[in-house]
């Protein structure tokens, strides 16, 4: 299974979600599909993705945030498990893609590979309730439903190849990022505020 | 070898009730809505006050660079947000300041508690204390001491100000004089 498929099975769902994403292939992949307003490429502080949506989901319980992480990436924040389990934020889907390979570094690899470290598990362990461990397209698409429906904290942990985008490059900096997706937030924020 | 042991001073340190609760009045009187907190004996009466006040959301991590992905979160979100954390807890966030925080330009008002300083007896605190100043000028984080009660609310006031105009993290160090009685 590609990482790449995935994003473009789920990428009509995220037309109104906050999305925020890890450096690297992943955020390349999202914003090659097209980027939106409200998608959030954090492309360094590696392990802070989850954090970041842990904040959104918190102080936005009317939004649905969906985190695309990696094993890299989370294994550097493995904290973020507990702090997310403590808090269990109703509006927030933490997908990790696991490829088992700092990709976007060079390829080395990561603790996951060859299933020494299974980041599922240490999910579940930190208390997180609905965990799902996937490896085929169709596991991951149901899973991801599921997600949407259950109106819970979820973790959907998804082994993926390792392989990204032959191209990087977005015609976006990244205060203008920060600058624009605030915005979005915000402007809809007030929209509903009249709304109502 | 029981005369190897080092024995370290004890002393009795109480963290000052008076002036924790000025620093939590002063919080609220800034706008402040959602604090991001690793507990720490500084903070401890702060944060008992945050955790029972239904005005505040608080929320405490397991550790400090968390903070710094919570408190951008917040920021999109729109929501004014206050991190309060130990110097030593501010060295293992750096990575998240500079590489999410000053690197997108997200503004953050950090309350450091600055243990290890000026009549600190426990050597353990003491590198963190010495070279927490150097570190703060060395990131370009603007920062100020706080050490007087009928300051400190404006100070706070202030840093949020600063914070939210310059889009920078901001740091108020909260000093022994203050917290201690």
């Known amino acids: 299974m590609e990482r790449a498929r995935c994003l473009e099975m789920i990428y009509p769902e995220l037309e109104d979600k906050l999305v925020v994403t890890i450096m690297g292939a992943s955020a390349q992949e999202l914003y090659n599909l097209g980027h939106r307003e409200n998608f959030f490429y954090l ?31 989370v294994l550097m924040n493995l904290g973020t498990f507990a702090t997310l389990a403590r808090y269990r934020p109703k509006n927030l889907i933490h997908m990790v893609f696991d490829n088992g390979s700092l990709l976007s570094t060079g390829g080395f690899d990561s603790h996951t590979t060859s299933g020494i470290t299974d980041i599922a598990a240490i999910a579940r362990g930190a208390g997180i309730e609905h965990v799902a461990a996937v490896d085929t397209a169709v596991g991951f698409g149901e899973a ?43 402007d809809r924020k007030r929209a509903a505020g009249q709304a109502s | 070898m029981i005369d190897a042991v080092i024995r370290f001073p004890t002393f009795l340190m109480t963290v000052s009730y008076d002036n924790s609760k000025i620093i939590f009045d002063g919080i609220k009187a800034a706008g402040i809505k959602s604090i991001s907190a690793l507990p720490e004996t500084w903070l401890g009466l702060l944060l008992q006050r945050a955790e029972s006040d239904p005005e505040i959301q608080l929320v405490q991590v397991a550790k400090e660079e968390e903070a710094i992905g919570i408190a951008a979160g917040a920021y999109f979100a729109g929501t004014p947000h206050l991190l309060l954390m130990q110097n030593h807890g ?19 008002c950090m ?63 909260l000093t022994r004089d203050l917290m201690e009685d």
């Open chain 1, 43 to 73: 492309q360094h502080a590696m392990g802070l993705a989850s954090s970041i949506g842990l904040g959104l989901a918190m102080h936005l319980p009317a939004e649905r945030v969906v985190v695309l992480d990696g094993d890299g990436s």
């Open chain 1, 144 to 186: 991801f439903i599921a997600a949407l429906e259950r109106n819970d904290l979820s973790v959907i942990v998804a082994k993926v190849a390792a392989v990204g985008p032959e191209h990087y490059g977005m015609d976006l900096q990244l205060p203008e990022n920060a600058f624009r997706f605030r915005r979005w937030i915000l």
């Open chain 2, 90 to 108: 501010f060295f293992g966030a750096i990575n998240g300041i500079v590489s999410l925080a000053q690197l997108y330009h997200v503004p953050l």
């Open chain 2, 111 to 173: 309350l450091i508690a600055l243990r290890g300083h000026w009549g600190e007896p426990y050597p353990w605190h003491t590198r963190g204390g010495i070279v927490t100043e150097a570190v703060l000028r060395a990131l370009g984080i603007p920062f100020e001491y706080a050490r007087e009660p009928n300051q400190v609310a404006k100070q706070i006031r202030e840093a949020w100000t600063f914070s939210q105009s310059s889009l920078s993290p901001v740091a108020l160090l």
